[in-house]
């Protein structure tokens, strides 16, 4: 199996143009925390008041105007044999440059996806320094606007021009704190002969020729293979409410699927429509016998449908779910802290069991935000509470280019 190291500990922070920086900061740089940013690292050592308290935002907006970076280091010794060694970082806020003991080994310029470098030609036996250099949001923004030209906005910041919460650069209903930092998981990651790169369920429900209910799982995988396991057949098997498949990879092959059935399952209804029953979902990937990875979530058995047809009132529009028009009762979610990374699990929940607790059956993902964590999505399939997902770039006119 694959060996991950997290790496959470012995980061340092610090400002790399430090004639913008109050000189309390200093050269050599404050503990960090990862997942984290760096204002609530500066928060941390007492270096800057609450931002959300009466005008300390607008004291602080030098902070997006800074450079960054973080450091920290690493023993590899125990990796010395792997194929493959990569660097997984969940979450990069924003534009960012990884080096490696002192290498280049990967650039970020999207907050919203994760990306993976790989990390063997800047690798050394045991101690290896990984810095992440983060450029000024406001500077990467503004040269970017400079060169494409203005598009139309709601507001006076230039927050289009780059792949970020937009929101950061302040909204009707939140402060302009343009942050920076490793904001979610990082990891080195050491595997062999292949490893699982996605796995996409389709879920769907169907009638059967007898009139009884039937549950699809459409299973599509793409896996990653190592230089040796090109010329290796694996096996990806998928389990579900006691039903299992699995279908050979041929050699050279990285794409596949493989739908499981399950007979009368238990359906997935909103809140105050029926129950919210969930099914486990693992798929498996292996080689001669040997497990490589492993993919693991929760399902829920339902059809989601739009109506769009015209009726004598004009053309409706309204969610259909398992056939059954719903009373959509909802509010609009906006990301729940400026510093995304100090919403875990507990506050999450606390949250939607106020949306709960208010008869509400579905949230909407503004589209001025982010993508959320599996934590809310998973909560919101225990709870009964449909999503609706903004894109996030919908709140201005955003250059095509």
């Not at 098997?237 to 699927?257: F, L």
């Not at 400026?338 to 606390?350: K, L, N």
Request: a negative charge.
């Amino acid at each position: 199996m694959a060996v991950r190291i997290e790496l959470r500990e012995n980061w340092v922070l610090r400002a790399d143009d430090p004639a913008e920086v109050p000189v309390e900061i200093g050269p050599a740089g404050i503990p960090a925390t990862v997942p984290g940013c760096v204002h609530t690292d500066l928060m941390a050592a007492n270096l800057i008041p609450d931002p959300y308290q009466g005008r300390n935002e607008t004291e602080l907006g030098w902070i997006g105007r800074t450079q960054w970076s973080y450091t920290t280091t690493f023993d590899a010794t125990a990796l010395a044999e792997a194929e493959r060694i990569d660097l997984e970082c969940a979450g990069l806020d924003t534009v960012a440059t990884v080096f490696l003991n002192g290498t280049e080994v990967g650039q970020s310029r999207n907050m919203h996806r994760s990306y993976r470098f790989d990390l063997r030609r800047a690798l050394r036996d045991g101690t290896n320094e990984l810095r992440v250099e983060f450029a000024s949001p406001y500077s990467y923004a503004t040269a970017l606007r400079d060169k494409l030209g203005d598009r139309p906005n709601a507001y006076p910041e230039p927050f289009q021009f780059i792949r970020k919460m937009a929101c950061n650069f302040g909204w009707d209903w939140g402060p302009t704190l343009v942050t920076s930092g490793i904001w979610r998981s990082i990891h080195v990651h050491a595997w062999h002969t292949a490893r699982l790169a996605q796995v996409v369920p389709l879920i769907t429900v169907a009638r059967t020729h007898d009139g009884s209910l039937e549950g699809r799982v459409l299973v599509r995988v793409e896996v990653e293979r190592s230089e040796h396991g090109e010329d290796t057949e694996l096996v990806v098997r998928v389990r579900i409410a006691d039903r299992e498949q699995s279908i050979a990879v041929p050699a050279g092959v990285c794409r596949t699927e493989l739908e499981v059935t399950v007979p009368d399952p238990d359906l997935w209804w909103p809140r105050g429509y029926g129950d919210q029953p969930l099914y486990d979902l693992r798929v498996d990937l292996a080689a001669h016998g040997e497990e490589l990875d492993t993919w693991q979530r929760r399902i829920g058995f339902r059809t989601v449908e739009l109506d769009t047809g015209v009726d004598e009132d004009g053309r409706r529009f309204t969610i259909v779910v398992n056939g059954v028009p719903v009373l959509v009762k909802g509010a609009n979610w906006i990301p729940d802290d400026c510093f995304v990374s100090r919403v875990g699990r507990d506050r999450y929940a606390a949250r939607i069991d106020q949306a709960v607790a208010a008869n509400m059956n579905l949230l909407r993902v503004w589209g001025g935000g982010r993508y959320e964590s599996e934590d809310f999505y998973e909560l919101c399939d225990e709870r009964g509470i449909l999503v609706w997902q903004d894109f996030l770039f919908a709140c201005a006119a955003y250059p095509e280019e």
